[in-house]
């Protein structure tokens, strides 16, 4: 089973995505998602100028050995931009070993650990008021988990807190728009959210909250430990990750648990936040951290230490990414929850998939492979429309982290 051609395909329906799609010579096709948000031509390119030329005339059955090639043989080793572009060819081929096998993804894992991977959307607002109609809009549609964001009094505006309702779409012009950020109010106000939801909806909707990185460990402490009344599900991505050891210092606080992982790329990444348990879920995805291959790694260090998996799962994420995620989601036996902002009609309609929601989790669906493809057609109605993050700055001006 040779790889006869790989192509990448960029296409913007509502927003930006990259998609690779190998091709063999008995006539399969996998997809896998290489979509790297405000930074797509880089992978785009990476995999066309560097992978693809290696590509050619591979097995394509040979998915361990051609994620190792790809990781070792470069030499440069891990990144967003090279964690990706291996994300994509594993993607595409655990693809292609399902639809040879005739099996689902999830089967080629070992099966079935669940009926479902549970999910929770997004419940924004720019008031609390506000906020507390979103969350009844989320339960009303069956979901057991809820993120709660809200905007900041006294603050223009708050990156996570998105306009539209069931998704949002942070990259929001093609040089990046600046926000203010100040972390008192932050903290003066977000107990008081989390009060309300609580004493609205009871204690049992699991509830969420994403800080973005924009706290100190000893402010992120603070916070965990002023919403233990509220029993968060997971407090997320508080601080910046690349100080592992920084965690400890929150986790010395509070026992509000801990979810990070969004921007990791490797193992190497959560290795020390895995092993001394410094967290309670890791949220590396498919896409971003090397595909199934090395997410399932992820996973497994992840079991022997009590942590569970929380995978990202935003709009930039294509369907792909989803699809693959949810095989995994249902096949591991440490899974915690699987995020779900829901694509707009017109991606949806770019990638035909079988996953679907019922009764607050996702189905992966029983078709070969991973159930999702691109209609080439339709992607090539959509081009490329450059697309960036926000930056945010303190109120003295000071470029700051989120
Ligand atoms: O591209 C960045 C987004 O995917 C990210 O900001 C969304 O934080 C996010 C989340 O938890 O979904
Ligand atoms: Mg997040």
Redesign the pocket.
């Known amino acids: 089973m040779k790889i006869t051609d790989a192509r990448v395909v960029v296409t913007c329906p509502g927003r930006n995505f990259v998609t690779l799609k190998i091709t063999t010579d008995d006539g399969l096709t996998g997809v896998g998602d290489a979509t790297l948000?405000?930074r797509e031509l880089a992978v785009a390119s990476y995999l066309t100028e560097h992978v693809i030329p290696v590509l050619i005339g591979r097995d394509a059955a040979r998915i361990e050995d051609t994620w190792q090639y790809l990781y070792k043989g470069a030499y440069w080793r891990r990144g967003p931009v090279t964690m990706t572009a291996i994300a994509a060819v594993d993607t595409a081929l655990w693809d292609i070993k399902g639809k040879a096998a005739g099996l689902p993804v999830y089967q080629l894992l070992g099966g079935r650990s669940r009926d479902g991977a549970t999910v929770y959307g997004h419940a924004n607002a720019d008031t609390v008021d506000e906020v507390l109609a979103e969350v009844a809009r989320y339960t009303g549609l069956g979901y057991r988990a809820v993120?709660v964001q809200t905007g900041v009094p006294g603050l223009d505006a708050t990156?996570?807190v998105g306009k539209d309702k069931l998704f949002y779409e942070?990259?929001d012009a093609a040089l990046p728009t600046e926000t203010v950020w100040s972390t008192p109010h932050y903290l003066s106000h977000v107990p008081e959210v989390f009060r309300r939801v609580r004493e609205e909806f009871g204690p049992h909707l699991q509830l969420l909250h994403?800080v973005?990185h924009r706290l100190t460990p000893i402010e992120a402490a603070r916070l965990g430990a002023s919403l233990e009344p509220y029993a968060l599900t997971w407090l997320?991505?508080p601080v910046p990750a690349e100080l592992q050891e920084g965690f400890r210092l929150i986790r010395q606080h509070t026992t509000t648990p801990l979810a990070v992982g969004?921007v990791f790329n490797s193992i190497w990444d959560c290795k020390q936040l895995i092993q001394e348990q410094l967290i309670d879920y890791v949220?590396a995805t498919v896409v971003h951290a090397g595909g199934i291959s090395h997410l399932r790694r992820i996973f497994d260090l992840a079991a022997l230490h009590h942590v569970r998996s929380g995978s990202?799962?935003?709009?930039?994420?294509s369907p792909v990414c989803m699809a693959a995620a949810l095989h995994l989601d249902v096949s591991i036996p440490n899974f915690g929850l699987q995020?779900y902002?829901r694509h707009t009609p017109e991606t949806d309609a770019v990638f035909p998939h079988d996953y679907r929601f019922a009764d607050g989790m996702l189905h992966p669906g029983e078709r070969p492979g991973l159930g999702v493809d691109i209609d080439e057609e339709l992607a090539a109605q959509y081009p490329y429309r450059p697309a960036q993050?926000p930056v945010s700055r303190l109120q003295d001006g000071t470029v700051h982290s989120w």
């Not at 990202?312 to 994420?317: F, N, R």
């Open positions: 948000n405000g993120r990156y996570g942070p990259a994403d973005h997320e991505d969004e949220r990202h799962g935003a709009t930039d994420l995020e902002m993050l």
